[in-house]
């Protein structure tokens, strides 16, 4: 039987649908498209055998209120059954130094879960989504807080917005620094400024935590840092997808 995962952001929303522990389908969507529509095409999709569209199980990851009614009311009206990660979460322990954790985005949440199973202690997740984060995991395995900044494409998207004549570029890899085009130079700008500002974050979090923490990319442009950083263990843009998974089959124990 096949498990659904709905992990929703605020730029795209990821299905991945898995049969045991394999990935057999992903689809990325922007979540202001999500309709009744479109979500009946992609549990339809022509790609998935249709054995494999017999739900043993679906679990969503939210930070956009708006879209969990849409997500709601078709799932019932198709009479799956589903969970949001607020309806299972209480039942995995999770410490945490975050005075408030209603304030806690699912994504890290769930990422922070995972990388706990996954390592138990010291590990730094970076997720390149709309906003990219840092949620640090300490030597005790204790969730210790976090960095939120910009997304790439958020601040690509605004600077060519609040400026006159700066066009809106692709992010990329760049081999150097110095750029001989504008657009080169906003290339470059954005993927060494990240580079950069990731390192200079890591450095400071094992400072101040007296740690050296195993580091995880994921997100959309993780495979982009490939090299990029030391104490890597784990690049993989499904990363929270498969955190969901582990979650829903834990669950259901």
């Not at 066009?167 to 580079?195: C, D, E, R």
């Amino acid at each position: 039987m096949t498990k659904l995962t709905i992990d929703v952001g605020n730029t795209s929303t990821l299905f991945c649908f898995f049969s045991l522990h394999k990935v057999i389908f992903t689809k990325r969507v922007h979540t202001k498209e999500l309709s009744d529509f479109k979500l009946n095409k992609i549990i339809n999709e022509e790609k998935i055998d249709k054995d494999f569209k017999k739900f043993s199980g679906i679990i969503i990851s939210s930070v956009v209120p708006s879209v969990d009614k849409i997500l709601k009311g078709f799932l019932k009206k198709k009479s799956f059954k589903f969970y949001f990660l607020k309806d299972i979460v209480n039942n995995f322990k999770l410490k945490t130094k975050i005075r408030n954790r209603k304030e806690i985005g699912d994504d890290r949440i769930v990422n922070m879960l995972y990388a706990k199973k996954k390592f138990g202690k010291s590990v730094i997740v970076i997720d390149f989504g709309t906003a990219t984060t840092l949620d640090v995991l300490n030597k005790d395995g204790i969730y210790n807080g976090g960095v939120i900044t910009p997304g790439i494409e958020l601040s690509l998207g605004s600077l060519k917005k609040m400026t006159a004549k700066l066009p809106l570029v692709k992010f990329k890899k760049t081999k150097k620094i110095m750029g001989t085009s504008t657009i080169n130079a906003i290339q470059s700008g954005f993927f060494w400024g990240y580079v950069s500002m990731i390192e200079g974050l890591i450095k400071k979090i094992n400072l101040e935590n007296e740690d050296n923490h195993k580091i995880v990319l994921t997100g959309g442009n993780a495979n982009f840092f490939k090299n990029m950083f030391e104490n890597v263990y784990i690049i993989d843009d499904l990363f929270t997808s498969r955190g969901l998974h582990y979650l829903i089959n834990e669950f259901y124990k």
